[in-house]
């Protein structure tokens, strides 16, 4: 009778952890992007696919296997940057020198998040009315940023009216 059960190993437990991380960690990467709305609707199509297939609707099981099948092709193309961030995210996050940090592939934060100094953002912008200097300053709450943030210097400081008049300095050399 116990001869009818699955028998599960160490290595089953530690197989599933594993894939359940990967996916947990794919879908931080792609939360909050069009990439995640396009995932969802491929999801979809699969899940429709497979009830068609289970009622032996030949002609459109057909039909969607071969749209899923070229759609393998179009998913490397449309989520070209997202599999780029993926394996960057994978190759420096995971990473510090040369040893794999286990804080970082659990996503756990020994840091508190950053709070945004509201005041010294208002001053200043005050200060760019003053010397008629435009300027575009986009606060994080909800949305992903990573993407934008790939391309631009990191800045390990604290937030000042100073630093933000220092970086929106035409002649900086963070400007632009």
């Known amino acids: 009778m116990l001869s009818a ?7 089953d437990i530690i197989d599933i952890i594993l894939v359940a991380l990967l996916f947990y960690q794919l879908y931080m990467l792609i939360r909050g992007t069009v990439a995640f709305s396009i995932t969802m609707g491929i999801a979809v199509i699969y899940i429709f696919w497979w009830i068609v297939r289970a009622m032996q609707m030949e002609l459109l099981s057909t039909i969607l296997g071969s749209v899923l099948g070229v759609g393998v092709i179009a998913l490397i193309i449309v989520f070209q940057q997202e ?19 286990v804080e970082k592939i659990l996503n756990l934060r020994l840091e508190s998040k950053p709070q945004v100094k509201v005041r010294s953002i208002m001053k200043a912008v005050m200060q760019f009315s003053l010397d008629k200097t435009g300027a575009l300053i986009v606060i994080r709450r909800r949305s992903n940023l990573d993407m934008y943030a790939e391309t631009g210097d990191v ?7 100073r630093l933000f008049v220092s970086i929106f300095n035409k002649t900086s050399p963070l400007h632009d």
Do not use: K, M, P, Q
Not at 5 to 11: A, D, E, G, K, P
Not at 155 to 161: D, G, K, P, R, Y
């Open 155 to 161: 800045l390990n400081a604290e937030t000042s009216s």
């Open 5 to 11: 059960f699955i028998h599960i190993r160490l290595l």
């Open 83 to 101: 599999i780029r961030r993926f394996l960057i995210f994978i190759g420096s996050r995971y990473v510090e020198g040369n040893r794999i940090s």
